[in-house]
């Protein structure tokens, strides 16, 4: 497979004709919540959708590609990764797999490979994950920092990450530097000071990791209100290894997100349902980690909560890339119906990046599509682990086609 670039902004000019079924994520264009089009077309002018509707009724003046009754989504919205990094975490999983627990310490056996790497390799490590991505059905992702907890090393990987996405996080609050091991509190200071003056004006987002063996609860506070107060949006890592007692803290900072929740109360649930905060769940990560259990995401969709789906692509927790096998998981370990989590991976993620452009295709949006090898979305769960994306567009390039070796 390969990338095409197209350099004429006239190539993206097109209209997908003769579509299965095409979700546009607009209830009002179509069937249920993902408002589902039956024989349907779309057309693409400078990248954005410009007309949706029956293949019959297609503007017949501009180029046609034939969907041959296959079916389109939008990409899928990643709100959640972790790829500036260098080296991996193999031996850490094999030995899990025997029976040693996940615990936040592995970061800092990252932390060191990531120290000793170029950004020419940082970024080329990236590029190639983002490469899956794409085939895999991914057209926009967020990319988090923090495996440099130092200033110079968080700062390339915000500068990195910028240069590979315009949704960059600042997580210098990943865990402790292993320097500041015995005073974490000038970590914190070092994070809401020097470390966060260097990478604000790479990033758009501030995260910290709240957990055990990370940041309390209290230091998670100042770190995000440090960010904010520079012009930085706030997310946060809760409840991956733990109950904690902070998502009336997140909702009160308006973090756009709250991501991993394999913990949470009713009183959780209910405190997330009265707010605009997305819970950003990463069922991959509860896999890959061989959580005790999965987040209780059908609970989460019952009391109103808008929901995300990301894989959490990182070398530690949950190495892959890849969205549809999310999707699966989700399914079978949440209890979302194949609906929910569709509308979680695509929608889900643009709203927990607080984006309107992406995530559905009304007119406007972005073109970002995604031509399925299926006739049926459903094949996404129903048929876990094979590969049914034949074709991507981002904002109307194609990016990606299946056995295009070229
Ligand atoms: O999202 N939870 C914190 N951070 C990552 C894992 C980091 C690692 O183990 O390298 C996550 O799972
Ligand atoms: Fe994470």
Redesign the pocket.
């Known amino acids: 497979m390969s990338r095409s670039t197209q350099s004429n902004p006239k190539e993206r000019d097109f209209s997908l004709v003769n579509i299965g079924q095409l979700v546009t994520n607009n209830s009002s264009l179509g069937t249920g919540e993902l408002g589902v089009i039956e024989n349907a077309a779309i057309t693409v002018v400078a990248g954005k959708v410009t007309w949706v509707g029956a293949s019959s009724a297609v503007d017949s003046s501009l180029p046609k590609v034939d969907a041959q009754g296959r079916s389109v989504l939008p990409g899928f919205v990643d709100s959640?990764s972790?790829i500036i990094?260098g080296g991996d975490?193999s031996q850490?999983f094999a030995a899990r797999m025997a029976g040693v627990p996940?615990?936040?310490g592995?970061?800092k056996?990252?932390m060191a490979a990531t120290r000793a790497s170029s950004s020419e390799d940082l970024k080329a490590n990236a590029q190639s994950l983002i490469t899956e991505m794409y085939e895999a059905g991914t057209t926009t992702v967020e990319i988090?920092s923090?495996?440099g907890l130092d200033v110079e090393t968080e700062k390339r990987s915000v500068q990195v990450a910028a240069q590979l996405t315009d949704e960059v996080t600042y997580?210098g609050a990943?865990?402790v530097a292993p320097e500041f091991a015995n005073d974490p509190d000038a970590y914190v200071d070092l994070v809401t000071g020097e470390m966060l003056n260097a990478c604000a004006e790479y990033s758009k987002w501030i995260d910290v990791?709240c957990?055990r063996g990370?940041f309390t609860g209290q230091q998670t506070k100042k770190i995000l209100e440090a960010g904010i107060s520079k012009g930085l949006l706030p997310r946060v890592?809760l409840n991956?290894?733990e109950q904690g007692d902070h998502i009336q803290m997140a909702v009160d900072l308006d973090c756009a997100s709250a991501?991993?929740l394999t913990y949470l109360t009713d009183q959780d649930i209910q405190t997330l349902a009265r707010s605009q905060t997305v819970a950003g769940l990463?069922p991959a990560?509860d896999f890959s980690?061989r959580a005790p259990h999965y987040p209780r995401g059908r609970d989460l969709l019952d009391a109103g909560v808008s929901v995300s789906l990301s894989p959490?692509c990182?070398?530690?927790?949950?190495y892959t890339t890849n969205m549809p096998f999310s999707i699966a998981l989700a399914v079978r370990e949440m209890h979302l119906t194949v609906d929910e989590t569709i509308y979680a991976a695509t929608m889900g993620g643009a709203k927990a990046l607080r984006r309107n452009d992406v995530g559905h295709l009304s007119v406007g949006a972005n073109a970002d599509l995604v031509l399925l090898t299926a006739k049926n979305y459903i094949h996404l769960a129903y048929r876990p682990g094979v590969p049914l994306v034949q074709k991507v567009w981002k904002n109307g390039t194609l990016m990606f086609t299946k056995g295009d070796q070229g």
């Open positions: 959640h972790h990094f975490r850490e996940y615990s936040a592995g970061i056996v990252t988090k923090g495996y997580l990943h865990v990791f957990d990370a890592h991956q290894l991501d991993h990463v990560c980690t959490d990182n070398p530690g927790s949950s």
